[in-house]
């Protein structure tokens, strides 16, 4: 298995590793490889907002952002840090006094206080210094780094390759790029050699918008590969941020000692060898991300039949160093620019905007169930559903409340909302209980004298009343089942969303409907709450006016009967009246209970129209989402500006396409089958008891993972129902289309494909422009090494049947010079793609085109008033030497670089007199050694003979300025030997110099050595 390890500097490392993400999800549908690579990650950035986005970090809905232990956060710096930093050593060692007196400066204060890079690489090596230095064991880049080669070594395979990606323009990423190579080798090195470590590196554009450069944009990238080929060449040894130190020595480690720093650095810009621009964030991140895809993960899948033989062994070769004209390694070569071209028929994208559209449907399906025939499934207004409702609640039968267990025979409780056996058995509408219930009364006080009648009948009555009916009395009972209300209306409530929530399940009603139907009854019921006021009202006005009045005129009656009068039928009047007075009366009652449980119900009604209003606010947000994707996908015009480099090519037509996906979201059947397919695996981890739309929306999380919820079946449903459309007429056939087939339909002529394979190549250029007088330079008396270029061809297998893979390889050999089948092409296990990956090697790092522009703005940054700040903050750390320079220098900067010297050597007073033996000539010399060893080392006469000199001779240049280096660190340490330095220099020049400038101060060459002497009082000479 092999171990990768991406890692992400600042944001261009981060965009690169969510674009690998998105890319291995839209090639696999899962979020982490699997087989036989191994993939790990880790994040590294100062902006809290870039490491938290998650939003960027999706495909179809799907989060593909990193986990808290594949991030790390360098955001912020200590005070304390700033204010003591011996108490940091290892930040203190790139910090010495002089930088920190520096940094004082208030504007490069206030950036260092927010805690981020801020476009100055200083700052970047600063924030992951003191991330390292503070050992959180837990949170510190090394320590992640360290649990992941663990983590990644444990599984079987002891070797790892590391992808450190980042740009080179700003502060994190750039001015981390040396530490996260000094750290990864540390841990790395006493592994052994089974690691590799490979950087991407993003070269700044020369165009750059005004709001991202804070002034430091192309000298960071300058700066920066200044410090890169230092490394390449083993001439700069960073120190150990960690702090750790030298045993020997006793002071911080400086690492990288005698070690390659990295295998190779692939470098890349937004400006292909075409011209073509690549839009920095996105097409080109993607691009590279789609590279490493390729120069991983591939092989993973394939084994060697998938690994691009040529450029695995470019990899592991070194290659030898420019020199300059004395010898010195000067230039690394082990910088590489790459660039891709994928051609591919689109299949994974035609399914997921198939899908999208499916789920689109059948989201529409679930809301609004409102088919339209030229359309599908389509959305609608509320006001367009639900139209016979209000009536429907509103009828006089009552019978869809009667179904729904809240007509007026429930809410008053003449019939039992809720079946309870023993309870609620004998439960009736109150006129017959009461009429039955007097009757019996009345019969039993008939057997009784006459006279007491209907005393007796009153006292049974009342008794009843107060007491008996139903176990309490009328007024007791009802203020027991007021207790129960919240009890009521919640399995009023349930058993009306049972039905609801079935009807929807069917697909008999839409969520829309439902909602409507709920708004209605909550307002139904709102008006009910209010009729049943009137009622009240209205009754207790017919027992006063009518009943009452009726009840005292048959008491009269009774009262003044005489002997003839029947007085049998004078209490029957007598008992019917009060029957209607008990009933009346009972069904006040419960009319303030039917109020009441109305209010209670409606609010659980509301409680459940939120959930289902949520519910629809989802749908509506899934909706929106995949509509938004879908436009996206398969577009019929191209988003590719006029200029922009073309990296993928998609052969198919997006207009039968779209016909396509219209016929089958037009199929009414098909869509009902994917909307009910749909519905039933959303509902079924849901038990029987939860089935409510509040707890469906809850089950589904999140937008996006309702998205995915729905998205997966339909995605089922559209591949099948695709697949079913080639099975059917081949001319039809969507899915299973091999690349090589649709090149050789579309290209059938010999001809016709030459040419198309020769705007391959063109267009598979590498991602960098080049300077074509710089690769034309032969540096004196040095060979001339040149740039190795190759192409890369991943093909799948043939269809069967077809021998065009074979004629494909033969004629891009023959259009591409160099190009060897043996060696340069490998297997792609996607039959409907191949891709086309160009290199070139063994690049000094004066070929980019860019690179001259980007010396210019770093060359206006180190020279003027704050030079010695902007040194600071371009570079990781002050160097007492300088490092090697990019480009072969011109003589006037050879001048600029040398003249010091040659005033230092003439103002030592080691100069002596010599003569040639062979010509009798004069010169000046100095010795180095003594005895048998000593040697005399020729210069000019005067000290601006020597400068000319030492222009002319490299070799002799690289002599002088070693030898005056070593002397000041040896024998010019203390201030009272600068200081006699300082005078001596001061008196050489103006003995020697001025005179020859005819004792005129002002003259050009006294004012060059004056303004060079100047600057060493102030640097190599300055006291400390």
């Known amino acids: 298995m092999a171990n990768h390890l991406i890692i992400g500097l600042g944001g261009t490392g981060g965009k690169i590793l969510c674009g690998l993400r998105k890319r291995i999800y839209a090639e696999t549908k899962k979020k982490d490889i699997t087989g036989e690579t191994n993939l790990e990650y880790l994040y590294v950035d100062s902006s809290m907002e870039d490491l938290n986005n998650k939003e960027d970090w999706k495909y179809m809905g799907e989060p593909l952002h990193l986990g808290p232990a594949q991030k790390v956060c360098i955001h912020g710096i200590s005070s304390t840090v700033m204010a003591t930093p011996h108490a940091f050593p290892g930040i203190e060692a790139f910090l010495p006094d002089r930088d920190l007196e520096l940094l004082q400066n208030a504007t490069v204060a206030s950036i260092i206080s927010t805690g981020i890079g801020g476009q100055r690489r200083r700052f970047g090596r600063m924030l992951m210094a003191n991330n390292i230095s503070m050992r959180d064991r837990d949170n510190s880049f090394d320590s992640r780094l360290k649990k992941l080669i663990e983590k990644m070594t444990n599984q079987g395979n002891a070797e790892v390759d590391f992808h450190v990606c980042a740009g080179l323009a700003g502060g994190t990423g750039s001015g981390s790029i040396v530490d996260v190579v000094a750290q990864i080798k540390k841990v790395i090195a006493p592994l052994g050699a089974n690691f590799r470590l490979f950087l991407y590196l993003y070269v700044p554009e020369i165009l750059v918008p005004e709001n991202h450069n804070a002034g430091f944009y192309h000298a960071n990238g300058f700066a920066a590969l200044m410090e890169l080929n230092a490394l390449s060449l083993d001439q700069y040894h960073p120190f150990d941020v960690s702090g750790n130190l030298d045993y020997q020595t006793q002071k911080v480690a400086r690492l990288l000692k005698d070690s390659d720093a990295f295998n190779k650095a692939y470098l890349f810009s937004n400006f292909n060898e075409e011209n073509k621009v690549l839009p920095k964030s996105g097409k080109l991140t993607d691009a590279v991300a789609d590279f490493i895809y390729q120069r991983t993960i591939v092989p993973g899948q394939l084994g060697a039949s998938g690994v691009m033989e040529r450029l695995m062994n470019a990899e592991n070769k070194?290659?030898?160093?420019?020199?300059?004209?004395?010898?010195?390694?000067?230039?690394?070569?082990?910088?590489?620019?790459?660039?891709?071209?994928?051609?591919?028929?689109?299949?994974?994208?035609?399914?997921?905007?198939?899908?999208?559209?499916?789920?689109?449907?059948?989201?529409?399906?679930?809301?609004?169930?409102n088919w339209v025939d030229s359309k599908g499934f389509d959305t609608c207004a509320l006001a367009a559903v639900g139209l016979g409702y209000h009536a429907l609640l509103t009828t006089t039968?009552?019978?869809?409340?009667?179904?729904?267990?809240?007509?007026?025979?429930?809410?008053?409780?003449?019939?039992?909302?809720?079946?309870?056996?023993?309870?609620?058995?004998?439960?009736q509408e109150y006129y017959s209980y009461w009429e039955n219930i007097t009757k019996f009364f009345g019969t039993d006080a008939m057997e009784g004298k006459q006279k007491y009648w209907l005393d007796t009948f009153n006292e049974s009555c009342e008794i009843e009343w107060n007491r008996n009916f139903r176990n309490g009395g009328v007024v007791h009972f009802f203020?027991?089942?007021?207790?129960?209300?919240?009890?009521?209306?919640?399995?009023?409530?349930?058993?009306?969303?049972?039905?609801?929530?079935?009807?929807?399940?069917?697909?008999?009603?839409s969520l829309l409907e439902v909602i409507k139907y709920v708004q209605l009854l909550i307002s139904v019921n709102e008006e009910r709450i209010q009729q049943f006021d009137n009622r009240i009202a209205d009754t207790n006005n017919y027992i006063n006016t009518t009943t009452l009045v009726d009840i005292e005129a048959i008491n009269n009656e009774w009262n003044n009967q005489g002997?003839?009068?029947?007085?049998?039928?004078?209490?029957?009047?007598?008992?019917?009246?009060?029957?209607?007075?008990?009933?009346?009366?009972?069904?006040?009652?419960?009319?303030?209970?039917?109020?009441?449980?109305?209010?209670?119900?409606?609010?659980?009604?509301?409680?459940?129209?939120?959930?289902?209003?949520?519910?629809?606010?989802?749908?509506?947000?899934?909706?929106?989402?995949?509509?938004?994707?879908?436009?996206?996908?398969?577009?019929?015009?191209?988003?590719?500006?006029?200029?922009?480099?073309?990296?993928?090519?998609?052969?198919?037509?997006?207009?039968?396409?779209?016909?396509?996906?219209?016929?089958?979201?037009?199929?009414?059947?098909?869509?009902?089958?994917?909307?009910?397919?749909?519905r039933e695996t959303l509902v079924k981890p849901l038990g029987e008891d939860m089935r409510t739309f509040a707890s469906l929306n809850d089950s589904l999380g999140s937008y996006d993972e309702m998205t995915r919820s729905i998205l997966i079946v339909c995605e089922n449903h559209a591949k099948a129902d695709l697949t079913d459309l080639g099975n059917g007429d081949e001319s039809l056939q969507i899915l299973n289309v091999n690349i090589l087939d649709k090149i050789r339909q579309e290209y059938p002529t010999d001809e016709a494909l030459e040419n198309y394979v020769r705007s391959l190549i063109e267009q598979a250029t590498c991602f960098m422009q080049f300077d074509t007088a710089e690769m034309g330079k032969v540096i004196a008396g040095q060979p001339a090494l040149g740039m190795d270029r190759m192409v890369q061809l991943c093909l799948p297998a043939n269809s069967k049947n077809s021998k065009f893979r074979e004629k494909f390889i033969n004629t891009f050999a023959q259009q591409c010079p160099g190009f060897n089948p043996a060696t340069d092409v490998a297997l792609n296990n996607k039959s409907h793609q191949m891709v086309i990956v160009s290199a070139s090697f063994s690049m000094p790092l004066r070929y980019i085109n860019n690179l001259k522009y980007m010396e210019q703005k770093y060359k206006e940054l180190t020279h003027g008033p704050q030079a010695e700040l902007n040194k600071v903050l371009l570079h990781t750390e002050s160097f007492t030497n300088s490092l090697p320079e990019l480009f072969e220098a011109s003589n006037m900067d050879k001048r600029a670089k040398l003249l010091p010297y040659s005033i230092i050597l003439h103002s030592l007073?080691?100069?002596?007199?010599?003569?040639?033996?062979?010509?009798?000539?004069?010169?000046?010399?100095?010795?180095?050694?003594?005895?048998?060893?000593?040697?005399?080392?020729?210069?000019?006469?005067?000290?601006?003979?020597?400068?000319?000199?030492?222009?002319?001779?490299?070799?002799?240049?690289?002599?002088?300025?070693?030898?005056?280096?070593?002397?000041?660190?040896?024998?010019?340490?203390?201030?009272s030997k600068k200081a006699e330095l300082r005078t001596a220099i001061e008196n050489t020049v103006c003995d020697t110099i001025l005179p020859l400038c005819g004792n005129n101060d002002i003259d050009p060459l006294f004012v060059e050595y004056r303004t060079a002497a100047e600057k060493l009082f102030v640097d190599k000479l300055a006291d400390k």
Request: hydrophobic share 35%; glycine share 6%.
């Open 479 to 509: 203020e027991q089942q007021q207790a129960e209300n919240n009890g009521y209306a919640a399995f009023i409530r349930r058993h009306i969303e049972t039905r609801l929530f079935n009807e929807w399940l069917a697909g008999t009603k």
């Open 909 to 975: 007073g080691i100069l002596e007199d010599k003569t040639d033996p062979d010509t009798g000539a004069t010169f000046k010399a100095f010795s180095t050694g003594s005895g048998f060893s000593r040697k005399w080392v020729r210069v000019g006469k005067q000290m601006e003979e020597t400068t000319k000199l030492l222009v002319k001779d490299a070799v002799l240049a690289k002599s002088i300025t070693d030898f005056v280096d070593n002397l000041l660190v040896t024998e010019y340490k203390l201030n």
């Open 397 to 427: 039968n009552q019978g869809e409340l009667e179904t729904l267990k809240i007509s007026d025979r429930h809410i008053t409780l003449q019939t039992a909302i809720k079946d309870i056996r023993g309870v609620t058995d004998n439960w």
């Open 563 to 678: 002997i003839f009068t029947s007085a049998r039928k004078i209490f029957n009047k007598y008992q019917s009246a009060k029957c209607e007075l008990y009933t009346a009366k009972t069904e006040i009652e419960s009319f303030k209970y039917a109020k009441t449980l109305l209010m209670k119900l409606n609010e659980q009604l509301n409680i459940m129209l939120k959930g289902m209003t949520d519910f629809n606010t989802s749908l509506e947000g899934v909706l929106k989402g995949v509509v938004k994707s879908a436009q996206n996908k398969c577009k019929i015009k191209s988003d590719t500006a006029s200029g922009e480099a073309e990296v993928l090519d998609k052969k198919y037509d997006p207009v039968i396409i779209h016909t396509t996906t219209k016929s089958l979201i037009m199929d009414k059947d098909k869509q009902k089958a994917c909307a009910r397919d749909v």
């Open 318 to 369: 070194g290659n030898a160093p420019e020199k300059d004209e004395a010898g010195m390694n000067v230039h690394s070569r082990e910088f590489v620019t790459f660039g891709t071209k994928r051609i591919e028929y689109p299949e994974e994208e035609i399914i997921d905007y198939v899908s999208l559209e499916y789920t689109a449907q059948v989201t529409k399906q679930l809301a609004f169930n």
